[in-house]
Nanobody, 134 residues
Framework: QLQLEESGGGLVQPGGSLRLSCAAT????????IGWFRQAPGKEREGVSC???????????YYSPSVKDRFSISRDDFKNVAYLQMNNLKPEDTGVYYC????????????????????????WGEGTLVNVSS
């Protein structure tokens, strides 16, 4: 079992920054790929960014085109935490942000598919609200 808890959401003005955290407790965090997904009001949940489990010297990452060059995903396996640094936020980034965990995923192909499908996660957190508004 893996329990996930998101934090770091809040109200921010357009152009501002937030850093979301996904803290894990339970089983071995570093065995899991971690994904960040968001759901805006009236819309389906979409994949924002995913990071695979460590593979030799790095972790494979995926970013949705809408956030590429603005958001950065990372993980600290010693602290059992994954992060999503969000810069230059826009009103369309508003939504509830969820983190999810999927056992074993590490290749670029599977990390990308994980984010695009959003249905393969083994565990989910409860979400944290991000509101980008002036």
């Amino acid at each position: 079992q893996l329990q996930l808890e998101e934090s770091g959401g809040g109200l921010v003005q357009p152009g501002g920054s937030l850093r979301l955290s996904c803290a894990a407790t339970g089983t071995t965090f570093d065995y899991y790929a971690i994904g960040w997904f968001r759901q805006a009001p009236g819309k389906e949940r979409e994949g924002v960014s995913c990071i695979g489990r460590r593979d030799e010297n790095d972790e494979k990452k995926y970013y949705s085109p809408s956030v590429k060059d603005r958001f950065s995903i990372s993980r600290d396996d010693f602290k059992n935490v994954a992060y999503l640094q969000m810069n230059n936020l826009k009103p369309e980034d508003t939504g509830v942000y969820y983190c999810g965990a999927d056992l074993g995923t590490k290749s670029q192909f599977l990390v990308t598919r994980l984010c695009l499908s959003g249905t393969d996660m083994d565990y989910w957190g409860e979400g944290t609200l991000v509101n980008v508004s002036s």
